[in-house]
Nanobody
C-alpha cells in the first residue's frame, strides 16, 4: 500500500529557513506528480509547488506567493521531494501537506489535479 510521509517542519524566526521532505513509499513506478499544499488557520488550503518527474525529465510549478523564494526538488531517495524554504515570513505559517498522484505519466501537474494520496501534514511556524 502506498503511503506519504512529510518531515522537516518546525519553528523559526522570520528570515529563517526550513526544508520539508515528502516520501512516497510502496510505489515502484518511474513517474509521478507530487505537490505541496499549505493551510493556515481560518484559510482555505492553497497550493505551494508541484514536481512532475517522468522518464527523461522533470517539471516544476510554483504559486505566485512563493515563486522565486521556495525550491522544490527531487531527493536522492526514490519518490522523495524536498521543499526548500529560505527567508521565511510570518504568513508562511501553516500546516504543510504533501500530495501525490502516481498515475501521472505526462502533461500538466498542477494544484487542481485530483491527488489520491495525501500526507498528514507538518507544522511550520514563523514567529519572532
Amino acid at each position: 500500500q502506498m503511503q506519504l510521509m512529510e518531515s522537516g517542519g518546525g519553528s523559526v524566526q522570520p528570515g529563517g529557513s526550513l526544508t520539508l521532505t515528502c516520501a512516497l513509499s510502496g510505489y515502484t513506478g518511474n513517474s509521478n506528480c507530487m505537490a505541496w499544499f499549505r493551510q493556515s488557520p481560518g484559510k482555505a488550503r492553497e497550493g505551494v509547488a508541484t514536481m512532475a518527474y517522468y522518464h527523461g525529465g522533470e517539471r516544476t510549478f510554483y504559486s505566485e506567493d512563493v515563486h522565486g523564494r521556495f525550491i522544490i526538488s527531487q531527493g536522492n531517495a526514490e519518490h522523495t521531494v524536498h521543499l526548500q524554504m529560505p527567508n521565511l515570513k510570518p504568513n508562511d505559517t501553516a500546516i504543510y501537506y504533501c500530495a501525490a498522484d502516481p498515475t501521472y505519466t505526462t502533461g500538466s501537474c498542477r494544484f487542481s489535479r485530483d491527488f489520491p494520496y495525501w500526507g498528514r501534514g507538518t507544522q511550520v511556524t514563523v514567529s519572532s
